[in-house]
T-cell receptor, first 112, second 116 residues
Framework: DVKVTQSSRYLVKRTGEKVFLECVQD?????MFWYRQDPGLGLRLIYF???????EKGDIPEGYSVSREKKERFSLILESASTNQTSMYLC???????????FGPGTRLTVT | AQKITQTQPGMFVQEKEAVTLDCTYD???????LFWYKQPSSGEMIFLIY??????QNATEGRYSLNFQKARKSANLVISASQLGDSAMYFC?????????????FGTGTRLLVSP
């Protein structure tokens, strides 16, 4: 079974704090993704990575950065958290040559 | 623009009945794929079913089937014999190529409630 884990299920941070969201997959997948999910908007792609140290911007990268130093780990960084970044964050991974993305359980981030 | 539209914010169905969740898509690509994911209240996204644009037969996975009508650009999910555990959010998504990489575009979701 593919397993994608995220470091926290719930997180509360203050405005201006630096926030790290961690994602780990155990299936040696090349591709990893970060999405945010908001009611009425579905899932929107923030960043993705197709290999170690490689990254591409998604549809809403502003205010976020990412890091992929090891194949199994993909981190989402909020340099200076703002209240409009309160959301559910979902990580996913996908093997090369396959279509299906496997998702983690999500992190519900609240910025106050 | 590539887009997924789910026009039903919520659907109700009685246990053991069938239900259809609507999904229409917009793309100019000839090669694409369509997915359905289920998201229970616990939050994780669970893959249900996939249909490729060149697949001639509708995809089926157990109680799930995808009613693919290419000319109408629709990819509706049919759940037969609904169960209480089917209550969840359901998302339709499309695989597209963007700057040489594949990515998924999601609809806004449909909340399904199955009643006893």
């Amino acid at each position: 079974d593919v397993k994608v884990t995220q470091s926290s299920r719930y997180l509360v941070k203050r405005t201006g704090e630096k926030v790290f969201l961690e994602c780990v997959q155990d299936m040696d997948h090349e591709n990893m993704f970060w999405y945010r999910q908001d009611p009425g908007l579905g899932l929107r792609l923030i960043y993705f990575s197709y290999d170690v140290k490689m990254k591409e911007k998604g549809d809403i990268p502003e205010g976020y950065s990412v890091s992929r130093e090891k194949k199994e780990r993909f981190s989402l960084i909020l340099e200076s958290a703002s209240t409009n970044q309160t959301s559910m964050y979902l990580c996913a991974s996908k093997g090369r040559g396959t279509y299906e993305q496997y998702f983690g359980p999500g992190t519900r981030l609240t910025v106050t | 623009a590539q887009k997924i539209t789910q026009t039903q914010p919520g659907m109700f169905v009685q246990e053991k009945e069938a239900v259809t969740l609507d999904c229409t898509y917009d793309t100019s690509d000839q090669s694409y794929g369509l997915f359905w994911y289920k998201q229970p209240s616990s939050g994780e996204m669970i893959f249900l079913i996939y249909q490729g644009s060149y697949d001639e037969q509708n995809a089926t996975e157990g109680r799930y089937s995808l009613n693919f009508q290419k000319a109408r650009k629709s990819a509706n999910l049919v759940i037969s014999a609904s169960q209480l555990g089917d209550s969840a959010m359901y998302f339709c998504a499309m695989r597209i190529l963007n700057t040489g990489f594949q990515k998924l575009v999601f609809g806004t979701g449909t909340r399904l409630l199955v009643s006893p």
